[in-house]
């Protein structure tokens, strides 16, 4: 009987310490998500009254040459932004987990770009974009570093690509670590008993092992890169001449201060689809391959 009470007073007690939580996350992130859907078949501006306008706004989408290029710049950032961060992640990982000295003062130093704010960095490499790359360029006598990466329609992306990749270098490393510390030892002296080294090592016995870490960072990497916000902000803005407008920015700029809050609702509603299309399809392939293996 007395432990039925205390059982009693118990689930009470998580479900009060529950309720407020769930309310919040109700107010602050599904009711937006609602309202968004909803707006998505108005021609809602973000002030004043709206009309349904009904599938007009998706269908408008596929026909919206900005919004199509802007996929394409996203995706391709995304891509190459994601290959980047795990080969260098990996790379740094296999070193700082090696034997080697002040390994845990390197870890620390390598985590410091995943501190910092996202805009912050942003805008520091954007300084050093715009005046200290150009100032070197110019003193070796490079034409291609001679201006900024910034305002060349063809090479913008490129200092997008570097920024995210530096700053997610840092998580994507911790991850890798702490998977190549779950290898046993017996692993790599059967292997060396085996005849296996330097590559064949890496590529028959690591490889395999971390792979569920990998995944994970790949995961990430796609959905993070595929969300890339604040370092357009901090960076091009968008530009030059729209060569750099993420899917999310244009979301942002033209829903909020350009009148066409409906229409990029819209957007909005279709890029989750896409994300949650492209996280799952990444599971479930590296999903199959860890079962093979």
Do not use: H
Request: positive net charge; proline residues 3%.
């Amino acid at each position: 009987m007395k432990k039925s009470i205390f059982s009693g007073k118990r689930n009470r007690t998580f479900l009060l310490m529950t309720i407020p939580i769930v309310a919040l996350f109700f107010c602050f992130n599904t009711l937006p998500l609602i309202k968004g859907f909803i707006y998505s078949f108005t021609n809602f501006r973000g002030y004043g009254d709206y009309d349904w306008v009904g599938l007009r706004n998706y269908m408008d989408l596929f026909t919206d040459g900005r919004v199509g290029k802007s996929y394409l710049f996203t995706f391709k950032l995304a891509v190459v932004a994601t290959i980047l961060t795990n080969v260098v992640s990996l790379l740094l990982a296999m070193g700082l987990n090696s034997k080697i000295k002040f390994k845990s003062a390197l870890r620390g130093a390598y985590f410091i770009p995943n501190v910092l704010g996202a805009l912050v960095v942003g805008y520091i490499f954007n300084y050093f974009f715009t005046y200290i790359l150009p100032a070197f360029g110019q003193m070796i006598g490079s034409g291609a570093l001679g201006s900024s990466m910034l305002s060349n329609t063809k090479l913008a992306w490129v200092a997008i690509v570097i920024v995210c990749a530096w700053q997610s270098i840092a998580m994507n490393t911790i991850i890798y670590i702490s998977g190549l510390q779950t290898v046993p030892e017996d692993v790599y002296e059967a292997g060396s008993i085996d005849g296996a080294s330097g590559w064949n090592k890496f590529k028959e016995l690591t490889f395999p092992l971390i792979l569920p870490f990998f995944s994970i960072n790949m995961v990430l990497c796609g959905k993070n890169f595929l969300m890339v916000f604040d370092q357009i902000m901090a960076l091009t803005k968008g530009g030059p001449a729209q060569s750099t407008e993420s899917i999310s920015y244009l979301i942002y700029n033209n829903g909020m201060s350009g009148g066409q809050f409906g229409f990029q609702s819209a957007n909005a509603v279709i890029f989750f689809i896409v994300i949650v299309v492209i996280s799952v399809a990444q599971m479930t392939v590296t999903g199959k391959k860890e079962e093979q293996l």
